[in-house]
């Protein structure tokens, strides 16, 4: 049974359908990557599954449990955390804070060694443990929504494109943390636009075009694929 399951799913904004018959698995211990221009679907599928829009056709389920009925906040606390799209740090509060309010699905947890995990895979963060959020810089502030989502110690940890905006080096970085956080038990749903650094870590992959599934493959083979490549990749 796979870890995480979309099956059929469609959903909607309004009257625009956003996702149109997407079928994903993710297995325990992977990182699966979804790839796909603006627009394709990728942000939705991750708000589909963290429950934050729900499905008009299909279903996710998580550990072969329906989350249908279930709200939102006990989906993290199921073991999914989402870190959203555009770093949606709360900007007023200090860094520690922050991370605070991603271990809140635990309460009365000893948080030290979860500081401490963080603050190893990103040592950056722990020198600013007392500054307010909204002062971070770019990156580190990216750093810091990938660090809140994991306090919540989740099984699965969906990330919205975490490279976004960060300069090549930061890029490099995220993407080695990644690996990291993948190597120590967490499976991974990454969306990227940048899809050859997705590609490099990932297991396996989906390509979404205007709210399908279009292409399902080893990170391998689609990192070899000329659509991709054309698409994706830069090649003409
Ligand atoms: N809040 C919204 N209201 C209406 N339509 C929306 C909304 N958010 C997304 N859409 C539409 O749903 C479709 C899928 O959008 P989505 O954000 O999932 O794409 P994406 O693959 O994440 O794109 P990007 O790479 O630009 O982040 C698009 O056609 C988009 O215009
Ligand atoms: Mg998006």
Excluded: C, W
């Excluded at 796979?2 to 469609?10: A, R, S, T």
């Excluded at 993290?76 to 860094?95: D, K, M, Q, W």
């Excluded at 950056?124 to 990156?139: D, F, K, N, P, V």
């Amino acid at each position: 049974m796979p870890l995480l399951e979309l099956k059929g799913v469609d959903a909607f904004y309004g009257n625009i359908q956003a996702l149109r018959g997407v079928s994903i698995t993710v297995e325990k211990g992977e990182i699966v990557t979804l790839l796909g221009s603006n627009g394709a679907g990728k942000t939705t599928t991750l708000r589909t599954i963290a429950g934050v829009m729900r499905p008009r056709k299909g279903t996710v389920t998580f550990d072969g449990k329906d989350l249908a009925p279930v709200p939102a906040d006990q989906i993290v606390r199921l073991g999914i955390a989402h870190s959203p799209e555009g770093r949606r740090i709360f900007p007023r509060l200090t860094v520690r804070e922050n991370l605070e309010l991603g271990a809140y699905a635990r309460q009365g947890a000893d948080l030290r060694h979860d500081f401490e995990r963080v603050f190893t895979l990103f040592p950056r963060l722990r020198e600013r443990i007392g500054q307010r959020a909204g002062t971070l810089s770019g990156g580190e502030q990216q750093m810091l929504a990938i660090a809140r989502a994991l306090m919540a110690h989740p099984s699965v940890l969906l990330l919205d494109e975490p490279s976004m905006g960060l300069a090549p080096v930061l890029v490099e970085l995220v993407f080695q943390t990644i690996k990291d956080i993948n190597d120590q038990g967490t499976t991974v749903l990454l969306v990227e636009q940048n899809a050859l650094m997705a590609l490099s870590i990932a297991d396996r992959g989906y390509v979404l075009q205007t709210g399908r599934v279009v292409l399902a493959d080893t990170a391998e083979a689609l990192a070899r694929n000329e659509m991709v490549r054309k698409a994706y990749l830069g090649e003409s």
